[in-house]
Nanobody, 123 residues
């Protein structure tokens, strides 16, 4: 299996930027499609972005298109989420996720996930 550890969360003002990182260990990272999900209390975890194992496929939920960018470095076993023009509604716990199938993770499902990192956007 694969272990995932997120970092980079914190407090940021609306309109600001933040970069989340996810470090992976365990089985071969490059075999997995990766994604970011987020959750607020009382709501279901929602899909944010995904990237295929080679980085050629990327997908985003509509609310973050044009503001968030997902990327990966297979040599360093990391996946990142660059978040620009942050809005208060982006406030959530952000989770890094992994699955062997890109279509599966885009559909909102995944086999592995990390502990999450809190992102708080103040207005």
């Amino acid at each position: 299996q694969i272990q995932l550890v997120e970092s980079g969360g914190g407090l940021v003002q609306a309109g600001g930027s933040q970069r989340l990182s996810c470090a992976a260990s365990g089985r071969t990272f490059s075999r997995y499609s990766m994604g970011w999900f987020r959750q607020v209390p009382g709501k279901e975890r929602e899909f944010v972005a995904a990237i295929s194992w080679a980085g050629s496929g990327k997908a985003y939920t509509d609310s973050v298109k044009g503001r968030f960018t997902i990327s990966r470095d297979n040599a360093k076993n990391t996946v990142s989420l660059q978040m620009n023009d942050l809005k208060p509604e982006d406030t959530a716990v952000y989770y890094c996720a992994a699955d062997s199938d890109y279509a599966t993770i885009v559909s909102g499902k995944y086999a592995y996930w990390g502990q999450g990192t809190q992102v708080t956007v103040s207005s």
